[in-house]
């Protein structure tokens, strides 16, 4: 298994259109030998499509897919060598966790097909990988959500496939299991080793697992990056509302002035002009005394919890805007106190939609 | 508060299941043990003289025999029908899924007289049928296209909720694994149907079996040839021999209700395997 072929995964102008609805716009992706990539947009933004069209249960429209430079589109899914786990886990539910592993084993072709003992052996290979070998006698429905989701890992494994695709994979599991598994396909990782892309609509399991995360949004790519980077430095403001918590102010840029309201802030415009919009993240809000920041406003409400305390605070002359923001415990925030906030790091993105 | 019921969040187990009893008694138990208590008005060996005698043999022959093979022929027909019905849009296809229910809902004597009117020497589909030799109406092989008539329906509305509901996805997991399309059908999508088709199965037999109106206008009736058992019947009460009519009905009685049970058994067999609980 340590040595099971790597893929360098090339997708080139991918277009699927299903009806009037555009799901994939020219997308283009390369995926690195060994990578846990993460692929996280809400829902409709083409993820799954495009996880589907590099397994080849979708066809995409225009477009190039290859594995090591070969040509994927070529193939089918079974001659793609390609893992797929499924978020509702898709077991064979009148076989036993035992032969739904051994399945991709025992309809290989005849000539490459393994003998019954080294296909034992192998099962029993990836179950104690799956740390899940008590369970080999048992049928699906007798397994937990957790239990079936190692399971189905484990069957894509068997075949030891060059790449494993995961849709989804912990969707369907209670968040506590989610977690717990979250951690646990890190470390399988790091064991196996194989190129592996997930698709998840859950930021903090892109940010957590992954090496590298795809944001996507309309079927297209909006940023590519490690998790560091997709967080700190959003590409689009897309990306920058999409993932973490965000305060978000309508502005105006003229001159390199930006307004919000009648009210010109103290912050450099980023080179956006027009109607755009000001990002800042709850925790870069600086809270001062009045008139030292870039805008005052007064506080409405205070909750504390943890190292934080999350204060409303209403911006002044521009009644109700309220922006909620996480200040640290010791700066004391009361309700009715007028403050002054600077945004500690800022971006402005043009446009307003 | 010694002697209070025991609560319960689903009330009223003891009125539906006195009303199930009842009913269940008064429709089929009663009748049925009256049927066992009229044939007790024969000595031991009368009843086995009737019930070996060539005629009642044959006729239960043509009875349970065509009625196995129609349901066995159902049972492929109807995979067919429900596979097209449930995996491809073409054009027609309500009205085709409507069309099943036809033998259901059809007085099975106008399902007679309208098979027999097209295999008729004259008929339709006779007529070129009789130019190669092949005889239909009037013999085992129109029974067998009667029972075959009835049955379809039963397969189909049996299999077809449980391959809506099987999910693409399985199959797609079998493709990914490398399976090819027969594989996916032979491991994966038939096994999953296994209970639901011996349903069918059963179904479309029971009803052969028993089916009366739509098979005796193409039967021909020819005691030892093609006289169904349950024409036999009939026909010992129109000769006011009460006793040995049913004796015959006893036998099938026993017989059917043995099939059923060995059906049901291989059908939980198959359903515990796919559901498996403990």
Known sequence: MKDSPQVTIEVRNIVKQFGAFRALDNVDLKVANGELLALLGPSGSGKTTLLRIIAGLDWPDAGEVSFDGENALARGAGERHVGFVFQHYALFRHMTVFENVAFGLRVQPRAVRKDEAAIRARVKELLDLVQLDWLAGRYPSQLSGGQRQRIALARALAIEPRILLLDEPFGALDAKVRKELRQWLRSLHEEINVTSIFVTHDQEEALEVANRVVVMDKGRIEQIGTPGDVYDNPATAFVHSFIGESIILPVDVSEGHVKLGSRVLNVDANGASGPSKLFVRRHDMHVGPVGEGAFDGTVRRVRSFGPIQRADIALNGDGDTLVEIDAPRDRNLTAGDIVSLQPRRYRIFAGRD | ?278
């Open chain 2, 1 to 278: 508060m010694r002697g209070a019921p025991k609560r319960s969040a689903l009330p009223g187990f003891g009125l539906t299941m006195g009303l199930t009893l009842t009913w269940l008694s008064l429709l089929i138990l009663i009748p049925l043990a009256g049927l066992f208590i009229k044939t007790t008005e024969l000595s031991f060996t009368q009843f086995v003289d009737t019930v070996t005698s060539n005629r009642t043999l044959h006729a239960l022959k043509i009875s349970f025999g065509l009625a196995f093979l129609a349901a066995l022929v159902n049972l492929v027909a109807g995979l067919l029908i429900v596979w097209a019905l449930v995996r491809y849009r073409f054009p027609g296809r309500r009205i085709f899924d409507a069309i099943v229910d036809i033998p259901f809902a059809l007085p099975t004597a106008v399902a007679g007289v309208a098979l027999t009117a097209l295999f008729a020497q004259k008929g339709w589909l006779g007529a070129p049928l009789a130019e190669l030799g092949i005889k239909v109406a009037f013999t085992p092989l129109g029974i067998f296209i009667a029972m075959v008539f009835i049955g379809i329906p039963f397969v189909v509305r049996t299999v077809q909720p449980v391959l809506i509901d099987l999910e693409v996805e399985i199959e797609e997991a079998a493709a990914c694994l490398g399976a090819n399309r027969w594989q996916t059908v032979t491991r994966v999508i038939l096994p999953s149907l296994t209970p639901a088709i011996l349903t069918g199965f059963a179904l479309a037999f029971a009803r052969a079996v028993g089916e009366y109106g739509s098979v005796i206008f193409i039967a021909g009736n020819l005691p030892n040839v093609s006289e169904i058992a349950p024409l036999l019947i009939v026909i010992r009460l129109s000769e006011y021999r009460y006793a040995d009519a049913t004796a015959i009905a006893v036998v099938m009685l026993v017989t059917s209700f043995l099939i059923i049970f060995v059906l049901n058994r291989i059908q939980r067999w198959a359903q515990t395997r796919a559901l498996a609980v403990g």
